[in-house]
C-alpha cells in the first residue's frame, strides 16, 4: 500500500511512520489545523503580555508602588485582562498577571504589587 501526502499528496518513501513528504508540508498542514483555534489564544496572550510589560515598567519598592489610572491607560493598560484575582481576608480584592498585581485605591490610584 503507498502512503500518500497529507497536504500535497505525493507519494511518500522512507519510514512507515510517516505522514508528509516533506517539513514544508508538515507545516503547512499543521498551520492549516490550527489557525483558527489557536488566533484566539495568540491574540488573548498577547494582550496578557503587554498588559504584565506594562505593571513591570513601574520601579517598585519594597515590592509595591502607587499610580493613576490614567498613567496605566496612557501605557496601554486593559483593565479586562489578568490571570487570576487574590482576595484577603479582610476581602480586598488584587488583580495578578502572573506574579505582578494591582490594587484599585480611591481616586483612580492603583497600587502595583509584586508577589513573592
Given at each position: 500500500?503507498?502512503?500518500?501526502?497529507?497536504?500535497?499528496?505525493?507519494?511518500?518513501?522512507?519510514?512507515?511512520?510517516?505522514?508528509?513528504?516533506?517539513?514544508?508540508?508538515?507545516?503547512?498542514?499543521?498551520?492549516?489545523?490550527?489557525?483558527?483555534?489557536?488566533?484566539?489564544?495568540?491574540?488573548?496572550?498577547?494582550?496578557?503580555?503587554?498588559?504584565?510589560?506594562?505593571?513591570?515598567?513601574?520601579?517598585?519598592?519594597?515590592?509595591?508602588?502607587?499610580?493613576?489610572?490614567?498613567?496605566?491607560?496612557?501605557k496601554g493598560f486593559?483593565?479586562?485582562?489578568?490571570?487570576?484575582?487574590?482576595?484577603?481576608?479582610?476581602?480586598?480584592?488584587?488583580?495578578?498577571?502572573?506574579?505582578?498585581?494591582?490594587?484599585?485605591?480611591?481616586?483612580?490610584?492603583?497600587?502595583?504589587?509584586?508577589?513573592?
Open positions: 500500500m503507498q502512503k500518500t501526502c497529507l497536504e500535497c499528496g505525493e507519494k511518500i518513501t522512507g519510514r512507515v511512520d510517516k505522514k508528509f513528504c516533506s517539513d514544508y508540508c508538515r507545516n503547512a498542514y499543521n498551520n492549516k489545523i490550527n489557525k483558527d483555534s489557536k488566533n484566539l489564544i495568540r491574540n488573548i496572550n498577547n494582550r496578557l503580555r503587554k498588559n504584565y510589560r506594562i505593571l513591570d515598567s513601574f520601579p517598585l519598592k519594597e515590592n509595591k508602588t502607587k499610580t493613576t489610572k490614567n498613567r496605566l491607560l496612557d486593559d483593565f479586562d485582562y489578568f490571570t487570576n484575582i487574590y482576595t484577603t481576608k479582610k476581602g480586598t480584592v488584587y488583580y495578578f498577571l502572573y506574579d505582578l498585581g494591582y490594587l484599585p485605591l480611591d481616586n483612580d490610584f492603583y497600587m502595583i504589587v509584586k508577589r513573592e
